[in-house]
Structure formats: C-alpha cells, structure tokens
C-alpha cells in the first residue's frame, strides 16, 4: 500500500464568545465552581441562522484552501457529528452540496469525541489502496443548540461549545512523511454513560420520542462524569503509551501530543499519569471548551498556525468519546 499523509487542516470557530459569567445567567453555577470543576474559562457558540455543515462547510474550504486542492478533486467526504442538521439523512448528505461536490461517497461517523482518528484510520486506507485519491475528513459540532441549562445539565452543559474542523489526506511518495499508524478501540459496555436516550427505539413502547422525553428531559444528553472521568484518562493514556509502544518510541522522540479537549482537569490527570513534560501537549479548552469531535481537529490546525507543529514533526493525536471509543494516532507531517 502507498503511504497517505495529511495534506492540508482548517477550522471555523463561531464568532460569538460565551464566558462563564454568561452561563451564570442562565444557569445556577458560578465562574470558581466552573474553573475549579473544568479549567474552561469561555466557549463560542454558533449563530442561530447557522446549521452544522455551515460550520464543516467553512472548515473544510480551509482546509482545501490549505491542502492547495479545489473541491471537485476530493473523491469521498467523511463527517462526524452528534448535532445533525436533521435527525434523517446523514448529516454529510447536507454538507455535499455547500461543498459544491456530487457523484462522489459521503458518510456519517458516530464516533464522536475519537472520530478523528476513526476518520484518519478509513482514510488511509481508501488512500493507501489507491481507491481515493484524496478524503476529506471533517467534524463539526452545534453543541449549544443541545443544552440543559437545568440543574440536571448543567454540569455537562458548562463544558461545551461550537465549532469545525477538517483535514485533507492524499498520497505522498515520501516514506518518511505520513500516517504512521492509527491504533483504535471501543467498549459498548460503557454505552449508557454518556448517552442521549431520546429520540430511540429502544425505550420499549411504540413511538421513538414522546412529551414526555422532553418534559423528562431525556433528549439531552447525560453523563456518569466520574466513570466518563476515570475512564477518559485511563484510555488516553493507556492507548498513547500502547502507540509508543507499537511503534518503538519514547516521549523524547515526539514533537507534541495533541489529544482531544475534554477538560483541563482530566488533561492535567493524563499529563500526570503519563508522566510526560506538560509542554508536550497541545492545550486550548480553556478558550474553547469542549467541542466533542470538532475539538481534535480543531487543536491540530491551531497547533500547526500556531507554529507548535511543522514539516517533518512528528505527532501523536489522541481521543476518547462516547461509546466508549478511543484512539491514537502517530503521524509525520
């Protein structure tokens, strides 16, 4: 197989900031309470007239834009989000034509927070066999329109944000140069702990959404933290060190690990059970919250404008979500 390499990044963030003061209006929580639980200090929120591939849709031009290529040479279109523009098609169908692109595959992942890396995984692969030429990967996220501002949400609620990202990956003829490996897993078992129950058909009666879901507040989402907690920082750090492991490495020989922004507590853990030099990770969730998908990809082009990342350094890329699904990559850029 040939050698698949990130060609071009980009990502859109909403211009609208939201601090914690503001959440204070609306929910019953405080600025200390927030940073001390969290370590988020703001987050963007979408315009109201904006839909999730309005977001990818800025993204992946960026990332094009970035990559030097058009639309129209992108031979398959891979999306991740938990905040469709509708419940039915998938979400990517959407997004196609604001690329301006037909005729080519589009699909939805659902493997939030960890998509990137589920993405990269199937795009290396398409790349690699010669199937595709070049796969455009992008997660995006409208996470405010899906808040509980109740005391039952708030906790979950504090964290999140909007936003976009997107990558571009194509062939390179330079070995060296590339997705180096891509290690992925997934425990069902943990499905429940941080789940949306409502609209499902799994409920036991015969309609997939009813007043009472919403009264009950069952079509928001709910989370166990200290399961998602332990396990979050468990899984990232076991998967980064499974990764060095596969591949031969130390800590010494990456250049930065760009993991997922959950919260700044939970990358603090992981920071200290690694036992790596803090100045190894990419950290932006105090600006941004946590974007579920959107935020992996999101740090990485931040990262590499920000000059944290340049031709030839060699990263590792890390997520955990929902399902739960976690992963890691090492990549040569």
């Not at 692109?101 to 998509?115: E, H, K, M, S, W």
């Not at 990358?267 to 690694?274: F, G, P, S, V, Y």
């Amino acid at each position: 197989m040939a050698r698949s390499r990130i060609l071009g990044t980009g990502h859109y963030l909403p211009e609208r900031v939201v601090t914690n003061f503001d959440l204070m209006k609306v929910m019953d929580t405080t600025n200390e309470f927030i940073l001390e639980r969290t370590g988020i200090r703001r987050r963007r929120y979408a315009d109201p007239a904006d839909g999730t591939t309005d977001l990818a849709a800025r993204a992946c031009q960026a990332a094009l834009d970035d990559a030097g290529l058009a639309a129209d040479q992108i031979d398959m279109v891979v999306m991740n989000t938990l905040t469709p523009d509708h419940y039915n098609p998938a979400c990517a169908f959407f997004l196609q034509p604001k690329l301006g692109i037909t005729g080519i595959p589009v699909f939805d992942l659902r493997q939030q927070c960890a998509a990137l890396l589920y993405g990269l995984s199937l795009a290396d692969q398409y790349v690699g066999s010669g199937t595709c030429r070049h796969v455009l990967v992008v997660c995006a996220e409208i996470l405010s329109k899906f808040l509980d501002t109740s005391n039952d949400g708030r906790n979950l609620s504090v964290l999140l944000g909007d936003g976009a990202g997107a990558v571009v990956v194509g062939p390179t003829e330079d070995e060296s140069k590339g997705i180096q490996s891509v290690i992925l897993h997934a425990d069902g078992s943990f499905a429940t702990a941080l789940r949306t129950e409502a609209p499902g058909c799994a409920a036991g009666r015969s309609r997939h959404l009813t007043v009472e879901d919403i009264e009950s507040g069952r079509i928001y989402d709910r989370m166990e933290g200290r399961t998602v907690f332990d396990n979050g920082v468990e899984k990232m750090s076991g998967v980064v060190e499974e990764l060095l492991a596969a591949n031969s490495l130390s800590v010494d020989d990456i250049d930065l690990i760009v993991p997922h922004q959950p919260n700044l507590r939970m990358l603090e853990a992981i920071i200290e059970r690694l036992g790596f030099p803090p100045e190894k990770f990419f950290i932006n969730v105090v600006d941004y919250g946590n974007m579920a998908s959107a935020t992996l990809p999101i740090a990485l082009d931040q990262a590499r404008r920000a000059g944290r990342i340049q031709e030839g350094s060699l990263i590792v890329l890390v997520g955990f979500g929902a399902g739960f699904s976690w992963g890691a990559g090492l990549v040569r850029m």
